[in-house]
Nanobody
Framework: QVQLVESGGGLVQPGGSLRLSCAAS????????MGWYRQGPGKQRERIAS???????NYADSVKGRFTISRDNAKNTVYLQMNSLKPEDTAVYYC?????????WGQGTQVTVSS
């Protein structure tokens, strides 16, 4: 079973930046399209970015142009660079496979955007 560990969250002012990391155990990571998801207060979890095994990316309209997803297969890690953060980006952020069947969810990392 693959384990996912997200990190890099924190408190940031509007307009600031953060870089999230997600480390996955197991070599199966390199053959899996991955996604970043977030769940805001009182909201359902949504996928906001994805990356294929060969680096193709896709973004939700809400983050397009501000967030960048990348991956390092040698390190079994996927990243999310978040720029121009807004209060509405406040959420717990998770990574997982882009499509089902997904692995067990990690604990996520909290991102709070507030002045």
């Amino acid at each position: 079973q693959v384990q996912l560990v997200e990190s890099g969250g924190g408190l940031v002012q509007p307009g600031g930046s953060l870089r999230l990391s997600c480390a996955a155990s197991g070599s199966i990571f390199s053959i899996s399209a991955m996604g970043w998801y977030r769940q805001g207060p009182g909201k359902q979890r949504e996928r906001i970015a994805s990356i294929t095994t060969d680096g193709g990316t896709n973004y939700a309209d809400s983050v397009k142009g501000r967030f960048t997803i990348s991956r390092d297969n040698a390190k079994n890690t996927v990243y999310l660079q978040m720029n121009s953060l807004k209060p509405e980006d406040t959420a717990v952020y998770y990574c997982n496979k882009k499509v089902p069947p997904r692995w067990s969810w990690g604990q996520g990392t909290q991102v709070t955007v507030s002045s």
